[in-house]
């Protein structure tokens, strides 16, 4: 029994090639090693409730219809209605920058553009028509030049942009919401994200991630593609530098023309026979994160706090970067998916808070230490998005924490690095015939960077082989 594609992994971008390949007909099953699909953005249950990992936001939000724009685009693709999505959009978020114990600079931001420009204005008079300038200059989704794929964000930023503490209040979120590297990002990954945030804006499905994966895997099935749940991809098997299958965790041989893989690059290069890279290879990501979901007794709206997601940084440089320590609790983002505009809100509100962390800690722990370092991490990050938002831990009815072990265990990702590794191949390539990346290693991070993947590569590796999407 030959595939036409198989595809490693259930995540965002596995499940969405999988969804073009079925439409054209084509004979494709997703094998993903878990018993969960989602990858990065799934859930699961602990104690009768519910958790997610991954999606605090929906980015690239815009209105049903808006023409030209990336969602609207991935939704005819997939065939998904704006409604079935039932997005809630934020109310308003801010990235804040602490410069001292009683000086903090807040830059708020809507779905609304003009509420950043107003937020620009009131910090920094002088520089608003320096930050419109750079608005005006951002590349765009599909027309960064190679020199905007080489030029630091920071430094493109700075020559618009007079005030170094503005320019920091501007990266805080694009680094967070999808930078594979360390502080600073390219000026085209910046654009991207930027416009993401920024310029479209931020929403949730009501029900979470679950209700997204729920139309994912229902249009996936309803199209004729096979999902084996629990079938681990142990090695890609080749001949004469063409793929020939794969073998499963449970030594079975299945055959196929293609395999696309979410697995990552130096992940994907290993079961295919290279030589496991070492931790310090340059090619495997630094960012991980240590994530605590708490569900309170009361909503944030009742203590006071209405700001959907907050970026912070509790230090005049933002450390963007993997800690020394076991966890930085110094930046951080903190969500509340109450505080979307929703008309159908989850059984009991909740808050998470995600602050960056070391790998290489995290995973050299026996179980006992481990539990309780995460005790020690978590409050220190609890304490310190207090002093961004509302007294949490006083109204913690229960908490649920992972660390980049939990998340390289469950995703596979070497250096449970969330953005996958900093060298991406922008065109799915590798050596072997008939075997492409896609997903984070093939360079769109994010839940619809990882859709749009996902689409792009099934369509221009089998459906339009000079095509992307239409
Ligand atoms: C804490 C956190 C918060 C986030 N917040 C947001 C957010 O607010 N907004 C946003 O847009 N994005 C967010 N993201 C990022 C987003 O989740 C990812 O960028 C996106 O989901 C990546 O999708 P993917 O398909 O590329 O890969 P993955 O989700 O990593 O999927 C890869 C899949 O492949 C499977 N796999 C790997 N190896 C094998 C193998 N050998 N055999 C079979 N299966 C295999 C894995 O088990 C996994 O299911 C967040 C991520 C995290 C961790």
Redesign the pocket.
Known sequence: MRYDALI???????LAAGIRLAQAGKRVAV????YLWG???SFYKRAGRRFE???????NFVPKGTPNVPLTRILRQLRISHDALRLAPQRHSKSALRLSSDETLVLEYSNDPARMRASVERLFPAETAGFERMVAALPGYSDATEADRTTSARARLAEFVREPRLVELLMIAPLF?GSPTERDMSWAEYGILFRSIHLEGMARPEGGIKALLDLLIERFEAEGGELRMRN??AAILHTHGRVTGVRLDDGTELECERVLS??GLV?TEA?CGTPRANEDDPRIGRLS?V?VCCVLDRTPLELGHDTTIVFYSDSERFLYERPETPVEPRAGVITCPSNYLTSAPDPEPFVRV?CPANHGFWTSLDETRYAAEKVRAVDAMLAAAESFSFPIRPHILFRDSFTPRT?ER????RGGA??GSPLKRRDGQTDLAGLELI??DQGL??????LL?GISIANRSVLAPSGGLS
């Open positions: 490693l992994g259930a995540g965002m971008s596995g094998l993903e090693r878990h990858g990065l953005n990992t991954g999606l605090h936001a929906l980015t919401y681990g991809v979410s697995a992940e079961l994160f994530e995600t998340i469950f995703t596979g990702h969330v953005y997903g984070t991070v994010g839940v619809v960077g990882a993947s």
